[in-house]
Nanobody, 128 residues
């Protein structure tokens, strides 16, 4: 599975960005695509949100309502719409793949269910 994330950049506080992740090489009918992030100098955060192969979306309990995950099945692409961005949102955002929806859902709340694959990440910098 290959994942190519894009759409990061510099944005002012309060602004919006939409990240994209093009996935290829997926052959399973039971999988999930999602996002996690890692801020500079900090530990990687848990999974932020996922989109299942059936089209359902799930978010971490502490997930900001400012973020929305969506997908375009025709393009095999998943998106992360981020609104009202804050300086604390500055991080490298990684697109990730789980080979089981159940495993992906558990990763939203528990450690030990990391993604099977993830891309190179795209940097989001929120600064004035």
């Amino acid at each position: 599975v290959q994942l190519q994330a894009s759409g990061g950049g510099l944005v002012q506080p309060g602004g919006s960005l939409r990240l994209s992740c093009a996935a290829s090489g997926i052959t399973s009918d039971d999988y999930a695509l999602g996002w996690f992030r890692q801020a500079p100098g900090k530990e990687r955060e848990g999974t932020l949100c996922i989109s299942s192969s059936a089209g359902s979306t799930y978010y971490a309990d502490n997930m900001e309502t400012r973020f929305t995950i969506s997908r375009d099945n025709a393009k095999n692409t998943v998106y992360l719409q981020m609104n009202s961005l804050k300086a604390d949102d500055t991080a490298v955002y990684y697109c990730a793949y789980w080979n089981s929806v159940g495993r992906a859902v558990r990763s939203l709340r528990y450690t030990g269910y990391e993604a099977n694959y993830w891309g190179q990440g795209t940097l989001v910098t929120v600064s004035s």
